[in-house]
């Protein structure tokens, strides 16, 4: 008997989408957060796959998620370039499909939009997100806070998020330029897997609960992980805070723990989608943008540099053409949570 079993995205989704409709939540719901899901395994991002099926369930089982929320587009002025959605108390994932077209068609118009998405549980990484938008001919910028897991740069107690931030930009008949990343030196999903896998971590990525260096997985999420880049992250991150925090009037990261009262479940807040047209912002001057742009990739590849996301777009194409490819302990997880539901968490 073999050790692993291959699905294609399709049947990935029937099952995922199975899961959670049993566990409560909507059409809309599931789907949407199938699909993000499903498109990590897609992507050889483990992480963000379906891994993270428990943490939605156990979210849902501890009533901090609304499973049948339908997302609303909240009354803005006819010209405006903000876009804002109400998730309802449901995920992020669904209510950012609602207002992307509306984004999109704001900020051809203008050359500019933002989408404020409000009262969400944010799921995943942000890579989706601006994949999305960038198919749509648009550069983007994406960000939320998070809960307080990470010590500002000098501190020793969390206070920031994780707070990734993600950007990217259309190219023409290619996949896009993409990055996406946590502000902390490491998502905490990782330091989780490092867990699991009874692995140590690198140094410099986690202090323990008296602010102490530590490579320990279980002492860094008892304490506080770090800031990338020192105060340089610390201050990107502090950003995050303020403008997809404060500024939107959604929960900033000590709040969000405050909330939840754990960093077991998905994190409620709320999230900021910045959207740009090239052409608009490049208008009356020399060149086309992205004519421009595929230059400064190809000098950046010239030099044996590798742009970002290019490893998920090869695991991309191979899981597309050969299936994906899940272990025997994944199936009997995945099987574990069909026929239990929200009694497979506890």
């Known amino acids: 008997m073999t050790d692993t079993s291959t699905l294609t995205l399709a049947e990935l989704e029937a099952r995922v989408v199975a899961i959670f409709r049993k566990a409560g939540m909507n059409a809309i719901q599931a789907a949407a ?9 897609r992507d050889a991002c483990k992480s ?51 207002g992307l ?12 939009a933002a989408l404020v998405i409000n009262d969400c549980t944010h ?13 749509e001919g648009l550069a983007a910028i994406v960000m939320c806070p998070s809960y307080a897991t990470v010590a500002p740069a000098g501190g020793n107690k969390p206070l920031l998020g994780t707070n990734p ?23 905490r999903g990782e330091i989780e897997l490092h867990r699991r896998a009874g692995k140590k971590l690198p140094e410099g990525w986690a202090i323990d609960a008296n602010g102490e260096p530590t490579i320990e997985p279980e002492a860094a999420l008892a304490g506080a992980m770090l800031p990338f880049g020192g105060h340089k992250g610390s201050a990107i991150s502090t950003m995050v805070e303020l403008l997809a925090g404060i500024m939107i009037g959604d929960l900033t990261s ?22 740009f047209s090239p052409k608009a912002f490049a208008a009356g001057r020399t060149g086309d943008p992205f ?24 695991a991309r194409v191979k899981s597309l053409a050969e299936g994906i490819v899940l272990t025997k302990a994944e199936i009997e997880q995945l099987d574990r949570q069909l026929a239990l539901g929200l009694d497979s968490v506890g």
């Open 33 to 41: 957060v199938t699909r993000v899901i499903t498109a990590g395994e």
């Open 123 to 135: 799921f995943s990484a942000l890579w989706p997100e601006v994949e999305a938008v960038a198919a």
């Open 291 to 314: 004519a421009r742009a595929e230059l400064l990739f190809e000098a950046i590849a010239g030099q044996g540099a590798r742009l970002p996301s290019q490893r998920r777009y090869t």
């Open 101 to 112: 077209p509306l984004l999109a068609e704001r900020a051809r118009t203008s050359g500019l």
């Open 48 to 98: 963000h796959g379906i891994y993270r099926i428990e943490g939605v369930l156990r979210t849902i089982k501890a009533g901090k998620v609304t499973p049948d929320a339908v997302p609303e587009v909240q009354p803005q002025p006819e010209q405006s370039a903000i876009v804002k959605v109400n998730a309802r108390g449901g995920f992020a994932n669904p209510a950012f499909e609602l």
């Open 254 to 275: 000590p709040e969000v723990l405050d909330y939840l009262g754990t960093t077991t479940l998905a994190p409620r807040h709320g999230e900021l989608v910045l959207a």
């Open 165 to 187: 931030l993600a950007f990217g930009w259309p190219r023409p008949d290619k996949t896009p330029y993409v990055y996406d990343f946590a502000t902390s030196v490491a998502a």
